[in-house]
Protein backbone atom coordinates (compact mmCIF):
# COMPACT_ATOMS: atom_id res chain seq x y z
CA UNK A 1 0.00 0.00 0.00
CA UNK A 2 1.14 3.94 -0.41
CA UNK A 3 2.13 5.67 2.17
CA UNK A 4 2.86 9.32 2.64
CA UNK A 5 5.66 10.95 4.86
CA UNK A 6 5.36 14.18 6.25
CA UNK A 7 8.90 15.00 8.73
CA UNK A 8 8.68 17.81 11.61
CA UNK A 9 5.40 17.52 12.77
CA UNK A 10 5.70 20.55 14.61
CA UNK A 11 7.41 23.80 12.83
CA UNK A 12 8.07 26.90 14.46
CA UNK A 13 8.93 30.23 12.71
CA UNK A 14 8.45 33.85 12.70
CA UNK A 15 6.94 35.96 10.45
CA UNK A 16 8.75 36.89 6.80
CA UNK A 17 11.00 33.20 7.48
CA UNK A 18 10.79 30.84 4.64
CA UNK A 19 8.70 27.65 5.54
CA UNK A 20 9.55 24.53 3.39
CA UNK A 21 7.06 21.15 4.39
CA UNK A 22 8.86 18.17 2.46
CA UNK A 23 6.43 15.03 1.39
CA UNK A 24 7.73 11.54 0.43
CA UNK A 25 5.18 9.11 -0.89
CA UNK A 26 6.20 5.21 -1.78
CA UNK A 27 4.46 4.39 -4.91
CA UNK A 28 6.46 3.98 -8.23
CA UNK A 29 4.05 4.83 -10.79
CA UNK A 30 1.76 7.44 -11.63
CA UNK A 31 0.37 9.53 -8.75
CA UNK A 32 -1.45 12.27 -7.62
CA UNK A 33 -0.96 14.89 -5.58
CA UNK A 34 -2.42 17.35 -3.22
CA UNK A 35 -1.38 19.97 -0.46
CA UNK A 36 -4.82 20.39 1.93
CA UNK A 37 -4.32 23.26 4.78
CA UNK A 38 -6.46 23.14 8.00
CA UNK A 39 -6.37 26.34 9.11
CA UNK A 40 -7.87 26.37 13.09
CA UNK A 41 -11.48 25.62 13.31
CA UNK A 42 -11.60 24.75 9.38
CA UNK A 43 -12.37 22.47 7.19
CA UNK A 44 -9.45 21.02 5.03
CA UNK A 45 -9.23 23.63 2.27
CA UNK A 46 -7.31 22.50 -0.99
CA UNK A 47 -3.80 24.73 -1.50
CA UNK A 48 -2.65 23.34 -4.69
CA UNK A 49 -2.74 19.94 -6.83
CA UNK A 50 -0.15 18.43 -9.52
CA UNK A 51 -1.73 15.97 -11.81
CA UNK A 52 0.85 16.65 -15.09
CA UNK A 53 3.26 18.67 -16.63
CA UNK A 54 5.40 21.32 -14.98
CA UNK A 55 6.63 19.81 -12.22
CA UNK A 56 6.69 23.32 -10.40
CA UNK A 57 3.40 24.23 -8.77
CA UNK A 58 1.99 27.09 -7.63
CA UNK A 59 -1.26 27.37 -5.24
CA UNK A 60 -3.06 29.83 -3.48
CA UNK A 61 -1.47 32.09 -0.83
CA UNK A 62 1.64 32.05 -2.02
CA UNK A 63 2.56 28.58 -1.87
CA UNK A 64 3.98 26.65 -4.71
CA UNK A 65 4.94 22.94 -4.53
CA UNK A 66 7.75 20.66 -6.67
CA UNK A 67 7.17 17.51 -7.94
CA UNK A 68 10.85 15.55 -8.23
CA UNK A 69 9.87 12.48 -9.35
CA UNK A 70 13.27 10.60 -9.02
CA UNK A 71 12.97 11.37 -5.50
CA UNK A 72 8.96 10.55 -4.82
CA UNK A 73 8.94 13.98 -3.15
CA UNK A 74 6.57 16.87 -3.36
CA UNK A 75 7.54 19.41 -1.38
CA UNK A 76 5.55 22.71 -0.61
CA UNK A 77 7.31 26.06 -0.03
CA UNK A 78 6.26 29.50 0.61
CA UNK A 79 9.00 32.44 0.46
CA UNK A 80 7.59 34.96 3.68
CA UNK A 81 4.83 33.20 5.75
CA UNK A 82 2.48 35.36 7.44
CA UNK A 83 0.72 34.94 10.74
CA UNK A 84 -2.02 33.69 8.77
CA UNK A 85 -0.35 31.11 7.79
CA UNK A 86 -0.60 28.58 11.15
CA UNK A 87 -2.44 25.96 10.27
CA UNK A 88 -1.81 22.12 9.59
CA UNK A 89 -0.77 21.02 6.10
CA UNK A 90 -1.33 18.02 4.89
CA UNK A 91 0.46 16.09 1.66
CA UNK A 92 -2.51 13.71 -0.04
CA UNK A 93 -0.93 11.44 -2.74
CA UNK A 94 -3.63 8.96 -5.06
CA UNK A 95 -2.70 6.62 -7.35
CA UNK A 96 -3.20 7.31 -10.86
CA UNK A 97 -7.20 5.67 -11.80
CA UNK A 98 -7.60 5.04 -7.96
CA UNK A 99 -10.11 6.73 -5.79
CA UNK A 100 -8.05 6.76 -2.68
CA UNK A 101 -6.42 9.25 -1.50
CA UNK A 102 -3.68 8.61 1.40
CA UNK A 103 -2.51 11.27 3.94
CA UNK A 104 0.78 12.25 5.46
CA UNK A 105 0.58 12.62 9.31
CA UNK A 106 0.07 16.74 8.67
CA UNK A 107 2.87 19.39 9.63
CA UNK A 108 1.41 21.86 12.87
CA UNK A 109 2.76 25.08 11.72
CA UNK A 110 2.93 28.21 13.76
CA UNK A 111 3.78 31.34 12.97
CA UNK A 112 5.18 33.90 15.49
CA UNK A 113 4.43 37.48 14.71
CA UNK B 1 -17.38 26.31 -6.06
CA UNK B 2 -16.79 22.42 -4.85
CA UNK B 3 -18.44 23.23 -1.24
CA UNK B 4 -18.90 20.32 0.79
CA UNK B 5 -21.27 20.50 4.07
CA UNK B 6 -21.79 17.86 7.02
CA UNK B 7 -24.64 17.97 9.22
CA UNK B 8 -24.59 17.89 12.53
CA UNK B 9 -20.65 19.72 13.21
CA UNK B 10 -21.13 18.19 16.44
CA UNK B 11 -22.95 15.66 18.50
CA UNK B 12 -23.15 14.09 21.72
CA UNK B 13 -24.51 10.98 22.42
CA UNK B 14 -25.19 8.14 24.74
CA UNK B 15 -23.75 4.65 24.31
CA UNK B 16 -25.85 2.23 22.53
CA UNK B 17 -27.59 4.84 20.24
CA UNK B 18 -26.95 5.41 16.45
CA UNK B 19 -26.04 8.50 15.25
CA UNK B 20 -26.49 10.04 11.41
CA UNK B 21 -24.07 12.39 9.70
CA UNK B 22 -25.19 14.10 6.53
CA UNK B 23 -22.37 15.05 3.76
CA UNK B 24 -23.41 17.13 1.11
CA UNK B 25 -22.09 18.78 -2.20
CA UNK B 26 -23.36 22.09 -2.32
CA UNK B 27 -22.74 23.60 -5.89
CA UNK B 28 -21.84 20.05 -7.67
CA UNK B 29 -23.03 16.81 -7.98
CA UNK B 30 -20.65 13.90 -6.26
CA UNK B 31 -21.26 10.58 -7.62
CA UNK B 32 -18.83 9.27 -5.25
CA UNK B 33 -18.15 10.96 -1.94
CA UNK B 34 -15.36 9.67 0.80
CA UNK B 35 -15.68 8.95 4.60
CA UNK B 36 -12.88 9.80 6.57
CA UNK B 37 -12.01 9.65 10.54
CA UNK B 38 -9.27 11.67 12.02
CA UNK B 39 -7.86 11.12 15.46
CA UNK B 40 -6.07 13.90 17.47
CA UNK B 41 -3.00 14.88 16.27
CA UNK B 42 -3.23 12.14 13.56
CA UNK B 43 -3.77 12.33 9.77
CA UNK B 44 -7.01 11.52 8.23
CA UNK B 45 -7.78 7.55 7.54
CA UNK B 46 -10.03 6.62 4.52
CA UNK B 47 -12.72 4.51 6.24
CA UNK B 48 -15.25 4.11 2.98
CA UNK B 49 -16.29 5.14 -0.22
CA UNK B 50 -19.66 6.29 -1.09
CA UNK B 51 -20.80 5.46 -4.63
CA UNK B 52 -24.09 7.03 -5.42
CA UNK B 53 -26.96 3.92 -5.96
CA UNK B 54 -24.74 1.51 -5.46
CA UNK B 55 -23.28 0.03 -2.03
CA UNK B 56 -20.13 1.55 -0.22
CA UNK B 57 -16.89 0.53 -0.03
CA UNK B 58 -15.51 -0.33 2.87
CA UNK B 59 -11.41 0.20 3.37
CA UNK B 60 -10.01 -2.55 5.62
CA UNK B 61 -10.79 -3.15 9.52
CA UNK B 62 -14.00 -1.05 9.26
CA UNK B 63 -17.31 -2.53 10.32
CA UNK B 64 -19.75 -2.10 7.36
CA UNK B 65 -22.39 -3.26 9.60
CA UNK B 66 -21.81 -0.51 12.45
CA UNK B 67 -20.59 2.22 10.08
CA UNK B 68 -23.87 2.38 7.59
CA UNK B 69 -23.22 4.44 4.52
CA UNK B 70 -25.92 5.36 2.04
CA UNK B 71 -25.56 7.47 -1.15
CA UNK B 72 -29.14 7.83 -2.47
CA UNK B 73 -28.74 10.93 -4.38
CA UNK B 74 -25.61 12.97 -6.17
CA UNK B 75 -25.24 15.43 -3.50
CA UNK B 76 -26.23 13.77 -0.38
CA UNK B 77 -23.99 11.02 1.51
CA UNK B 78 -25.35 9.76 4.96
CA UNK B 79 -22.99 7.89 7.79
CA UNK B 80 -24.49 6.11 10.30
CA UNK B 81 -22.78 4.85 13.32
CA UNK B 82 -24.89 2.32 14.76
CA UNK B 83 -25.14 1.26 18.69
CA UNK B 84 -22.09 4.28 19.28
CA UNK B 85 -19.75 3.08 21.71
CA UNK B 86 -17.33 5.11 23.31
CA UNK B 87 -14.39 4.44 20.98
CA UNK B 88 -16.48 5.49 18.29
CA UNK B 89 -16.06 9.31 19.35
CA UNK B 90 -13.59 10.67 16.94
CA UNK B 91 -13.80 13.06 14.43
CA UNK B 92 -15.59 12.24 10.61
CA UNK B 93 -15.15 13.87 7.80
CA UNK B 94 -16.49 13.79 4.40
CA UNK B 95 -15.40 14.79 1.06
CA UNK B 96 -16.71 14.91 -2.59
CA UNK B 97 -14.68 14.32 -5.56
CA UNK B 98 -15.38 16.95 -8.42
CA UNK B 99 -15.17 15.36 -12.20
CA UNK B 100 -12.33 16.09 -13.88
CA UNK B 101 -10.39 14.77 -16.97
CA UNK B 102 -9.90 10.97 -16.04
CA UNK B 103 -7.95 10.24 -13.16
CA UNK B 104 -7.59 13.57 -12.67
CA UNK B 105 -10.07 14.62 -9.99
CA UNK B 106 -9.97 16.32 -6.91
CA UNK B 107 -11.35 15.94 -3.46
CA UNK B 108 -13.33 18.70 -1.37
CA UNK B 109 -13.77 17.89 2.15
CA UNK B 110 -16.39 18.80 4.76
CA UNK B 111 -15.90 20.38 7.74
CA UNK B 112 -16.38 17.22 9.44
CA UNK B 113 -18.66 16.16 12.59
CA UNK B 114 -16.65 15.76 15.94
CA UNK B 115 -18.43 12.55 17.81
CA UNK B 116 -18.39 12.01 21.75
CA UNK B 117 -20.28 9.31 23.07
CA UNK B 118 -20.43 9.06 27.06
Known amino acids: AQSVSQHNHHVILSEAASLELGCNYSYGGTVNLFWYVQYPGQHLQLLLK??????LVKGIKGFEAEFIKSKFSFNLRKPSVQWSDTAEYFCAVNIYGNNRLAFGKGNQVVVIP | GAVVSQHPSWVICKSGTSVKIECRSL??????MFWYRQFPKQSLMLMAT?????????EQGVEKDKFLINHASLTLSTLTVTSAHPEDSSFYICSARVAGRRYQETQYFGPGTRLLVL
Open chain 2, 50 to 58: SNEGSKATY
Open chain 2, 27 to 32: DFQATT
Open chain 1, 50 to 55: YFSGDP
